[in-house]
């Protein structure tokens, strides 16, 4: 039994899982009526940033600077995952799914929310995001198939030396 392509399709099948409940938790995030920074987490930002600020510590730090970090962040995991599922010959793709996806909540906000305001600076850092996410993901996949061909070119010069080995002891 061939456990490569069995394992492979499970770790494919896994992924898409985990892009589509997270694309999921992205969409509930983004496209709620709710303006982001009124709820709980936007208060508690306001409270740290007051008291940071306060201390005399990031003043140059406001909500919206968080906000673009976090959108940054948010973003990530979707570069990550999407890169997983894109062949090396399609990396390509990467450059402009992340861009489209948040094109389409922006959209969305924009057609079906009218107490969000869909924004240029979203666009921005979750496209960044998406990209840095995807960026890491390809540049793993490269280090792992770079350590795999090492490793099946040492597992091919042992055998080689191996059979070398045995045919010198047969010529003995």
Same mark, same amino acid.
């Given at each position: 039994?061939d456990?490569g392509? $069995?394992?492979? &399709?499970? $770790?494919r099948?896994?992924?898409?899982l %985990?892009?589509?409940?997270?694309a !999921?938790? =992205?969409m509930v995030i ?15 930002v306001h409270?740290?940033? !007051?008291s940071? /600020?306060?201390?005399?510590? @990031?003043e140059? =730090?406001? @909500?919206?600077?968080?906000? @673009?970090?976090? +959108?940054?962040?948010?973003? =990530?995991?979707?570069?990550i @995952?999407v890169? %997983?599922l894109?062949?090396?010959? /399609?990396w390509?793709?990467?450059?402009f799914?992340?861009t489209?996806?948040?094109?389409v #909540?922006?959209l ?5 929310l009218? *107490?969000?305001f869909?924004?240029?600076? *979203? %666009?921005?850092? +979750?496209?960044?995001?998406f ?9 793993? &996949?490269l #280090?792992?198939?770079?350590?795999d061909g090492? =490793?099946?070119r040492d ?10 080995? &045995?045919h *010198?002891?047969? &010529?003995q």
């Amino acid at each position: 039994m061939d456990e490569g392509p $069995r394992a492979s &399709r499970f $770790r494919r099948r896994l992924t898409m899982l %985990l892009l589509v409940v997270y694309a !999921a938790f =992205v969409m509930v995030i983004t496209l709620t009526p709710q303006m982001p920074g009124s709820g709980f987490v936007g208060r508690v930002v306001h409270r740290v940033l !007051a008291s940071l /600020h306060a201390r005399g510590l @990031f003043e140059s =730090v406001n @909500f919206l600077t968080i906000e @673009f970090l976090g +959108n940054i962040l948010m973003f =990530v995991p979707l570069g990550i @995952f999407v890169a %997983l599922l894109v062949s090396r010959r /399609h990396w390509w793709v990467l450059l402009f799914l992340g861009t489209i996806f948040s094109g389409v #909540i922006e959209l969305g906000q924009l057609l079906f929310l009218p *107490d969000r305001f869909p924004e240029v600076r *979203d %666009l921005i850092s +979750n496209s960044t995001g998406f990209l840095l996410g995807a960026t890491a993901s390809v540049t793993f &996949r490269l #280090i792992v198939a770079h350590r795999d061909g090492l =490793v099946e070119r040492d597992r091919r010069e042992a055998a080689q030396r191996a059979a070398n080995s &045995r045919h *010198d002891h047969q &010529r003995q």
